[in-house]
């Protein structure tokens, strides 16, 4: 069935990847899923599906696009940041096969791998570890996103929504463009009309008298 839905699976079926230590690399093909979160719009991100049907996230590049803070360390083998407050402080730790969220710790065997230096988790686990839910359909390519809190880039586009409004309302108006008036004593324009303008004045002038 895979090798109909993703033709360039096959291709690729021969690469592995580094699973939970003592566990035996699992083949791969190489994707690029398209997040649709409601109320933002749809985005991508780099995702890698098994053999064993199975979809992991780059879990750096999603939170980068949620605006979700994360720090990578220890060659790649740790992320840690914090959720929607600094009090639901997480950390991802490959070596341990573990995910904490604040106090809470999530058994992740098998649920991690690593892939060009980059950590993949998988899909399932963020409902559980972060209050994410990812729904995916395979024949799309695509996930559905939605989550039990406030994701920050949503939390932005309230706030940027909101200045919007107000300024608005306040009668405030941003110019997209702003043209300079550019006069000159020597512009050629400028000096041919003052010319003809003292010819024209002294001539009814003369004619006066």
Known sequence: FLLFVLPEFQAKAGNNIIAEKGDPPLLYDDLSVNVILSGFGDFYVDAVYTDK?????????LFKKLKISCKVGQNGTLLEGSLDKSSRTYV?????SQ???????????NGMIKETGALYVESSLFAEAFGIKLTFNI?????????DFELPIIKQMRIDNLRANLSKLSGE?????????????????????????????????????
């Open 53 to 61: 049907g199975v979809l992991f996230i780059n879990i750096e590049d």
């Open 99 to 109: 995910i904490k969220v604040g106090s809470k710790i999530i058994k992740a065997k």
């Open 92 to 96: 991802v730790d490959f070596s341990k």
């Open 139 to 147: 024949r799309a390519l695509t996930l559905i996103l939605k989550s």
């Open 173 to 209: 108006v941003k110019a997209d463009t702003i043209v300079k008036r550019n006069y000159h004593l020597l512009k050629f324009g400028t000096l041919d009309w003052s010319i003809a303008s003292s010819q024209a004045l002294a001539s009814s002038q003369s004619g006066a008298s």
